[in-house]
Each structure stands twice: as C-alpha cells, then as structure tokens.
C-alpha cells in the first residue's frame, strides 16, 4: 500500500458545483500501480499525530509536486517570484516526511517532495531559477548526471536519462545526511538520496509523467519487502535511525552550481 499525498484546492468543480477539493493527477495512481502497487491518497489531516498514524499503516510514501514550499519553513524572506503559501499542505506533507523518515517507510519525494524533504531535514532552497521552467502546461525535458556511487546511479544503470521537468525552484543548502545524487548540466541539484535509510530519494523531475517505472517499482520492492519483513528492509526501530525534527536551516553552503 503506497500512500500519495494530495493538492488541495481551494475551488474544484464537480457538477453544477464549485467546491474544495483534495485530488491528485491520475498519473501518479497510475504509475503506482504499473509499478506493482497499491495506491491510497492522503488529503491533508491536520490532526495531532495524524501522518504518524498513517504512515504506521502504510508500506510506502510519495510526496507529489506542486506549489512552491513557504520559504518561513526553511527561515528565508519570501522571493516576490515565489508562489503563495499552502500552509496546510506544507505542514501535512512535512509531517508524513518526518513520520516514513522515523519509522524507515520508503519515501518517494518528486519534485516539490523533494525539495520538503531537504526543508524537513534543516536544507534550504533557492526560490527562483530563470530557464528551468517551461509554458504553463507543458514539460521541459533535459538530461542529468547521475553521481557515480549512489543508489540512484546504481537504478538507472549508466548515461544521462532524459528526464520531464516543470520548476523554477531547487536545493540551495544541502540538509545534513542527504546526498547529491544527480544534477542537471547546469549543476542544479536533480535528485538527492538519504544514505542512512532503507530507501530515501527526491527527484527533481516527474517520473509519472514518462515512461520511466524504475524508481517507483524500486519504491513498491522496498515496501515489499518492509512487509515480509525480508532482511535489510526498513522496520522502525530496527533501523537504527534517530527521531527526525522539522527545524529551521541557515541559508549558506550552497549545493547549487
């Protein structure tokens, strides 16, 4: 079972009626379940200790793109280029990281995901790239660089993928114990990975909007494999990893070339 956190807006019509709604792309299911798994959306629950007990009952997690994250998370002054808050979903989204990350659930950060995962941990990012993203509605597609070594390099196999983009956003400073794992040919930041964990990866770009299954049925095997309880796979405390805290991050040390 692969939870995938949601969009929430605040209008969506259904019918002859104009109303809020929680939704998702049907992509992201899709790609979910080509992969061989199991998806559940999670609308946004403020509730105390909601994530955690979701995520207890889940087997993996993806943190689905959308608007930009509130830079007041990661303790910078708001770019007037940056989008307008989604307070509610920043917070759902942070704390379902936090929970897969406490417990080792494979987690699966695409686009904005990815970025929060660096917030949560105490990284930065630099709010405004010129050239990165496209027209409203449409993808651009650019290689990146897989880093020799990592667990990402290893799933992709050797080359620089083309990969589906739509940002203007990105890692500034790299939160501790995440890695780099790809870059574009520009050196912005495209994938970073969590070494300490069972499996821990932010993709800059969409993969749910390719082709490309690998991540994901690496993500559903992972989770698989948490269930049967096989050797090597996540189980919380067996994990050895120490409670993640939401914290703010000091913007120095760029990552960004």
């Avoid at 994938?191 to 969409?206: K, N, R, Y």
Wanted: proline share 9%.
């Amino acid at each position: 079972m692969i939870g995938v956190s949601t969009y929430l807006e605040p209008v969506a019509r259904w019918g002859p009626w104009e109303l809020p709604a929680a939704l998702l792309p049907a992509d992201y299911h899709r790609l979910v379940q080509r992969a061989g798994g199991t998806a559940l959306l999670l609308p946004p629950d403020p509730a105390p200790g909601a994530a955690r007990a979701v995520v207890e009952r889940l087997d993996g997690v993806v943190v689905a793109g959308g608007p930009d994250v509130d830079p007041a998370r990661y303790g910078a002054e708001r770019d007037p280029r940056t989008g307008p808050p989604a307070h509610e979903r920043d917070a759902w989204e942070a704390a379902l990281i936090a929970a897969a990350l406490d417990a080792d659930v494979p987690l699966l950060g695409v686009c904005r995901g990815m970025q929060l995962m660096n917030v949560v941990l105490g990284g930065t990012l630099l709010q405004h790239l010129d050239g990165h993203a496209g027209a409203p509605g449409t993808w651009e597609t650019h290689p990146v660089r897989p880093v020799p070594g990592t667990r990402l390099a290893e799933l992709l196999g050797p080359g620089s993928p083309e990969v589906k983009t739509h940002h203007h956003q990105a890692v500034d400073r790299l939160a501790e114990g995440l890695v780099v794992c790809a870059r574009a040919g520009d050196g912005t930041v495209e994938a970073v990975e969590l070494p300490s964990a069972d499996f821990a990866l932010g993709v800059q770009w969409h993969p749910e909007a390719g082709e490309e299954l690998r991540l994901m049925e690496e993500l559903v095997a992972r989770a698989a494999a948490r269930r049967s309880g096989a050797p090597g796979a996540g189980g919380g405390s067996s994990g050895g990893r120490q409670r993640v805290e939401q914290r703010g991050a000091q913007p120095s040390g760029r990552v960004h070339e």
